[in-house]
C-alpha cells in the first residue's frame, strides 16, 4: 500500500473479499421514492459486493448476497478514469474486488468548500471515498454518488475494510439470534436507547487531562451518540450538548480526534462515528 494515496493500479486490497471481474458500466436509472426511514440505513461495502447484489423484477429494491437491503452504501475506491462533463463527473473505480462506475451530479449552487473537495476528488490514480446509492439498469450495477472526497490517510482505506466485515458479521448474527433485547440506557432505568448528559462518565482517550476535559467529553459523545445512527452523531447536536465550550474548540478537538484514529467522518464532515 502506497500511504502516500497514490493508486498504483493492480492487486487485491486487503484479503478475503473475493474478486469479480470488470464490468461495463450502463446508464444510471431514476431514484426510486424513499419509503421509511430504514432506507436511509448507510451500508460499508466493497465493489465485488455491489456488482453481485441482487435487484428485484420490478426495480424497486437491491439487496446484497446475505439479504441485506441496499440503500445508501460507502465504499473506497481507486480512480482509473475519470470524465468531466458540464452536469456531471463519471468516474471508474476499483477497489481490488472489482469495477464499478460511479456519476456524480454537479451543482451550480455548491459552495466554495464544496467546489473545491469535488475538484480534489477528480484525478487519476488516488483513492477517495464515495457515499451514495447503487443503480441497475439492465442488469448492469453502477453508483449514484451524493459525496465523493480525496482519502488523506492510508488509515481510512484500511479502516473501511475492516469495517466491511465487521458489518457483515453484525447482520449474520442479528439474523441467528433474532432482534436484540432492549439496552438499558446510561440515563434513567428502563430507558431503552443510551443518551448522553453532561453526568456520562467520561471514557479514557489518552489525550490528556485530570478531569477529562473537551477532547474526552467531545469523544464520550460521539461513542454514546453516533450508535444510535449509521450516520453517526450530530455536531451540531453535540456544540448545544457541550454549551459550555466554543464551537471552535470542540470543531478543533474534533480535528485532533479523527487524527489520532479515535473517530471517522460519515456522510459528511458534521456527523461522526467512534472508531471501534
Known amino acids: 500500500m502506497n500511504y502516500g494515496m497514490d493508486y498504483q493500479g493492480g492487486g487485491v486490497v486487503g484479503g478475503g473479499f473475493g474478486s469479480s471481474p470488470p464490468s461495463s458500466m450502463g446508464n444510471v436509472a431514476a431514484a426510486p421514492v424513499r419509503k421509511s426511514y430504514d432506507e436511509q440505513t448507510l451500508i460499508p461495502v466493497t465493489i465485488h459486493m455491489i456488482l453481485s447484489s441482487v435487484a428485484s423484477p420490478d426495480g424497486g429494491s437491491i439487496t446484497l448476497e446475505d439479504g441485506r437491503p441496499l440503500h445508501h452504501i460507502r465504499f473506497v475506491a481507486a480512480v482509473r478514469v475519470f470524465e468531466n462533463q458540464s452536469t456531471n463527473v463519471t468516474y471508474q473505480l476499483e477497489d481490488g474486488t472489482g469495477l464499478v462506475e460511479a456519476k456524480q451530479w454537479l451543482d451550480d449552487n455548491d459552495c466554495s468548500a464544496i467546489v473545491e473537495m469535488k475538484d480534489a476528488a477528480a484525478k487519476d490514480a488516488q483513492y477517495i471515498r464515495i457515499i451514495g446509492q447503487v443503480k441497475d439498469y439492465d442488469g448492469k450495477k453502477s453508483v449514484v454518488a451524493h459525496s465523493i472526497r480525496k482519502i488523506e490517510k492510508g488509515d481510512e482505506l484500511t479502516h473501511h475494510f475492516l469495517e466491511v466485515v465487521y458489518s457483515g458479521e453484525k447482520a449474520k448474527q442479528a439474523s441467528r439470534i433474532g432482534p436484540a433485547p432492549p439496552m438499558i440506557g446510561i440515563g434513567a432505568v428502563g430507558d431503552t436507547h443510551s443518551t448522553y448528559s453532561s453526568s456520562t462518565p467520561l471514557m479514557n482517550s489518552n489525550s490528556g487531562g485530570s478531569n477529562g476535559g473537551i477532547k ?29 465550550y466554543t464551537e471552535q474548540d470542540i470543531r478543533i478537538a474534533i480535528e485532533d480526534l479523527a487524527a489520532e484514529g479515535h473517530i471517522y467522518s460519515t456522510i459528511n464532515e458534521d456527523h461522526y462515528k467512534f472508531a471501534m
Not at 464520550?220 to 456544540?239: M, P, Q, R, S, T
Request: net charge negative; hydrophobic share 35%; proline share 0%.
Open 216 to 244: 474526552e467529553q467531545v469523544l464520550n459523545y460521539i461513542k454514546v451518540e453516533g450508535e444510535k445512527l449509521d450516520e453517526g452523531a450530530n455536531v451540531k447536536k453535540c456544540l448545544g450538548i457541550l454549551s459550555n
